[in-house]
C-alpha cells in the first residue's frame, strides 16, 4: 500500500517555474513506477510524465518535453515535477501516481493516486 500527498501547487505567472513534490509513505515506493497527472476543469485527466523505480526509464508528454523534469528520491520517498515556462494551458489539478512495473501513460494502469495540488498559470 502506498499513500501520496502532492504539494507545491500554485499560482504563476506564464513564462513562470514551479516545482510540484509528491511525498509518499509505504515500504515500497522505491519499487514503484511514479508518474504525474493532470486534469484541467471540462477535460480528461491526462499523463504528463512517468519515471521507473530505478530513474533510468522515464517518459513525457509531447505537450511538455522540454519544459518539464521529473525526479525522484528514492531514500526521501519523494518524486518530483520541475515545470519550466509555464503557459496558460498548464493549468490544471496534478496528482501524482504510483505503480509496479514499467513507465506507461495509461491513467487506468496506475494503482494510487493522491489528492492532486492545483497549478494555475495566468497570461
Known amino acids: 500500500q502506498v499513500q501520496l500527498v502532492e504539494s507545491g501547487g500554485g499560482l504563476v505567472q506564464a513564462g513562470g517555474s514551479l516545482r510540484l513534490s509528491c511525498a509518499a509513505s509505504?515500504?515500497?515506493?522505491?519499487?514503484?513506477?511514479m508518474g504525474w497527472f493532470r486534469q484541467a476543469p471540462g477535460k480528461e485527466r491526462e499523463f504528463v510524465a512517468a519515471?521507473?523505480?530505478?530513474?533510468?526509464?522515464?517518459g513525457y508528454a509531447d505537450s511538455v518535453k522540454g519544459r518539464f523534469t521529473i525526479s525522484r528520491d528514492n531514500v526521501k520517498n519523494t518524486v518530483y515535477l520541475q515545470m519550466n515556462s509555464l503557459k496558460p494551458e498548464d493549468t490544471a489539478v496534478y496528482y501524482c501516481?504510483?505503480?509496479?512495473?514499467?513507465?506507461?501513460?495509461?491513467?487506468?494502469?496506475?494503482?494510487?493516486w493522491g489528492q492532486g495540488t492545483q497549478v494555475t498559470v495566468s497570461s
Open positions: 519515471m521507473s523505480w530505478s530513474g533510468g526509464s522515464t
Open positions: 509505504g515500504r515500497t515506493f522505491s519499487r514503484h513506477t
Open positions: 501516481a504510483a505503480r509496479f512495473g514499467a513507465v506507461v501513460g495509461g491513467t487506468t494502469e496506475y494503482d494510487y
